[in-house]
């Protein structure tokens, strides 16, 4: 069974800067799509950045990149220019590729974000 | 974007009463659903999958009897916590994509079970 760990319960930035939070997934399988999800205090999920597995170029939105590395299964989201927006906890999740019901995410335990100004 | 509505947003009833969460994609046609539940600062847990004019999947440990789950239509799949107690209390939020890729959810239900 495949399974997501953030290890990271908490993490704080400065209004400005970058930080780092990370996550480890484990699974048999070649073909899969990672994802990280952002969920403000409104509980409301939001997508924050979409991996493919078999794409080797990593994923980039704006302030939001990761760093993909398949042979170590490890998924780390990087927020660069930290805002005050950006508080909240985020979720790395897991999908097998899509068909029938293998459209469930697999999530993490998730990470808060305190971005202090 | 597609967009999937859930109700209610806020739900307080008492011990032994049933509660219906509805959702529903709203610009889409969803065959599948997913119903989460997520206890104060915890991840998202799956419960079930939802399928349209079939029975719901659920995952080990969630009692079938307990969370009826409802997918009458491409539209419109139902969660009903039966017997509710204190300990069903929760945030519930479900799910839906519209295609194979991106998966959208709602904005979940607050149960609250006195």
């Known amino acids: 069974a495949q399974t997501v760990t953030q290890s990271q319960p908490e993490m704080s930035v400065q209004e400005a800067e970058t930080v780092t939070l990370s996550c480890t997934y484990d699974t048999s399988e070649s073909d899969y799509y990672l994802f990280w999800y952002k969920q403000p205090p409104s509980r409301q999920m939001i997508l924050v950045i979409r991996q493919e597995a078999y794409k080797q170029q990593n994923a980039t939105e704006n302030r939001f990149s990761v760093n993909f590395q398949k042979a170590a299964k490890s998924f780390s989201l990087k927020i660069s220019d930290s805002q005050l927006g950006d508080a909240a906890m985020y979720f790395c999740a897991y999908r097998r590729p899509a068909g029938g019901n293998t459209g469930k995410l697999i999530f993490g335990q998730g990470t808060t974000l305190q971005v202090k100004p | 974007g597609a967009v999937v509505s859930q109700h209610p947003s806020r739900v307080i009833c008492k011990s032994g009463t049933s509660v219906k969460i509805e959702c529903r994609s709203l610009?889409?046609?969803?065959?599948?659903m997913f119903w989460y539940r997520q206890f104060p600062k915890k991840s998202l847990m799956l419960m079930a999958t939802s399928n349209e004019g079939s029975k719901a999947t659920y995952e080990q440990g969630v009692e079938k009897d307990k969370f009826l789950i409802n997918h009458a239509s491409l539209t419109l799949s139902t969660l009903t916590v039966t017997s509710a107690h204190p300990e069903d209390s929760s945030f519930y939020i479900c799910s839906a994509r519209p295609s194979n890729e991106k998966l959208f959810f709602g904005s979940g239900t607050q149960l609250s079970v006195l």
């Open positions: 610009d889409f046609q969803a065959t599948t």
